[in-house]
């Protein structure tokens, strides 16, 4: 099920690290290329770089918005080198990352997402993941290219894919039970935005707060179902508030 693992370039200036990605993907298995704005692409030096990953780049979708590479997927992991910079999960060891997701993608899609070569990625669109994760690379000198973190992250993606008991991981989850997709959170959140403004909860859009009560929900894990009830929780108290 390594077809249901995405890897998400954004504002990728250099195109000769977009095709250094597809070959670092292709030789642990990843196929899924999605390119958020790239500054170039199509382009020769993506092409020659790639090597014989060029199916890779052939197929490549590229897209405007990193909202629209992740909202099918049910975890995505934002690659960070700036610990911490907003209350997510943070994924402390890659290897627990790569478990996270290859659960998950025996049933749903997933995403890894990389940053800018130079400052990777904003704390917006950091909070479009659900969950961090970093390198834990020399901390004297801790710098690598792109193409060598999605490297290392899909080497510990393809390792643990490879010891997975997956006999154990392919017992069927039913729609409910399967967690639920980035648009699916997404409409949650601001549905409880909504309520929390018109409930007098808060006064105006509060970012400190929505970013807590994203990490909460992010570190509980909800189920379709749990997250349906949750839906019909704030239905219910907004019949109640006055217009």
């Known amino acids: 099920m390594l077809s249901n693992i995405r890897v998400v370039l954004v504002q990728t200036f250099h195109p000769g690290n977009i095709g250094s990605t597809a070959r670092a993907m292709k030789t642990m298995g990843l196929s899924d290329l999605v390119l958020v704005n790239p500054r170039a692409f199509p382009d020769d030096e993506a092409t020659r770089l790639a ?26 992991v934002g690659a960070s080198a700036r610990l911490r910079s907003l209350p997510l999960p943070h994924y402390d060891e890659p290897d ?62 393809r390792r643990t894919w490879r010891r997975h008991p997956q006999g154990a991981a392919c017992v069927n989850r039913t729609a409910e039970e399967r967690s639920p997709t980035r648009e699916q959170m997404i409409h949650f959140q601001e549905h409880l935005s909504r309520i929390m403004q018109r409930s007098g909860f808060i006064t105006q859009p509060h970012a400190r707060t929505e970013a807590q009560l994203q990490a909460l929900f992010a570190r509980a894990e909800p189920t379709r179902k749990e997250l349906s009830l949750l839906r019909g929780l704030l239905a219910s108290l907004e019949g109640h508030i006055d217009p």
């Open 51 to 76: 090597a014989g990953a060029t199916d890779l780049i052939e197929s490549a979708r590229v897209v405007t918005a990193l909202e629209d590479a992740v909202s099918d997927c049910v975890r995505v």
């Open 96 to 157: 627990d990352m790569a478990a996270a997701l290859v659960e998950d993608c025996f049933h749903d899609k997933v995403a890894l997402v990389f940053g800018r070569e130079r400052y990777g990625l904003t704390n917006e669109e950091i909070a479009c993941c659900s969950h961090q994760v970093s390198i834990p690379a020399n901390p004297d000198y801790g710098i690598l290219n792109l193409a060598q973190a999605v490297q290392v992250l899909a080497w510990e993606i």
